[in-house]
């Protein structure tokens, strides 16, 4: 997986699948919240799935932080499984 922050948009190329994953999304996600941005938007552009503590990480920024996330999925299959578990609307998700 690699990642590059912009700003407040989060690029994230490959796959999703280990813990230093998650630990990569996580410092960049409050990397970008300390800077002081209050809306962050992930595109993830080639990820096939994505794991359970990335999931966790989402919504706690959404829920406790107060940002608001905007996901942008590149893979249809990731897609559809977001929208398995009716997590579409929680994380503005939209295709590209």
């Known amino acids: 997986m690699k990642i590059t922050r912009d700003d ?3 690029t994230i ?8 994953d998650y630990t990569e999304i996580q410092g960049h996600l409050q990397t970008a919240i300390s800077n002081g941005h ?4 992930i595109k ?3 990820s096939i799935s994505i794991t359970s503590s990335v999931i966790g990480i989402f919504l706690k920024v959404i829920k406790k932080d107060g940002i608001s996330l ?6 249809k299959h990731l897609y559809d499984l977001l929208n398995e578990l009716n997590l579409l609307a929680v994380f503005n998700v939209r295709q590209i």
Request: no cysteine; net charge negative.
């Open 44 to 46: 993830i552009v080639d």
């Open 38 to 41: 209050d809306s962050v938007v």
């Open 70 to 75: 905007s996901v942008q999925i590149g893979n």
């Open 13 to 20: 190329e490959g796959n999703i699948k280990s813990v230093s």
């Open 8 to 10: 407040s948009l989060i």
